[in-house]
């Protein structure tokens, strides 16, 4: 079974820095997408990014190209997404996803990922 964790939130001034990670422990298996998403109360969980098994292509919502940057260390199943500037309408709860049975094009798409973190609270305040 697939363990995906999720850190590194917190309280933010907007206009600040947050690094968030994930560690897929389990043996997801040689080559798998992971991505990030965020969800806010009564709303669905939306994409944020996502990258490609071997890090070569990376995916981002328009509302946080040139300020997110997603990553990934292939060897120790983890990921990384580093968030500049941050506003308020950044806040929710962030969600690493897992795909090792989808296919790449679902990238942007929660049902896409197979196993999920219990998220992490990012708040960023005005």
């Known amino acids: 079974q697939v363990q995906v964790v999720e850190s590194g939130g917190g309280l933010v001034q907007a206009g600040g820095s947050l690094r968030l990670s994930c560690v897929a422990s389990?043996?997801?298996?040689?080559?798998?997408?992971m991505g990030w998403f965020r969800q806010v109360p009564g709303e669905d969980r939306a994409f944020v990014a996502a990258?490609?098994?071997?890090?070569?292509?990376?995916y981002y919502a328009n509302s946080v190209k040139s300020r997110f940057t997603i990553s990934r260390e292939h060897t120790e199943n983890t990921m990384y997404l580093q968030m500049n500037a941050l506003k308020p309408e950044d806040t929710a709860v962030y969600y690493c996803?897992?795909?090792?049975?989808?296919?790449?094009?679902?990238?942007?798409?929660?049902?896409?990922?197979?196993?999920w973190g219990q998220g992490t609270q990012v708040t960023v305040s005005s």
């Open positions: 996803g897992v795909r090792v049975f989808g296919p790449d094009a679902d990238y942007h798409r929660a049902v896409g990922y197979d196993y």
């Open positions: 389990g043996r997801p298996g040689g080559r798998y997408g």
């Open positions: 990258i490609t098994w071997n890090g070569d292509n990376e």
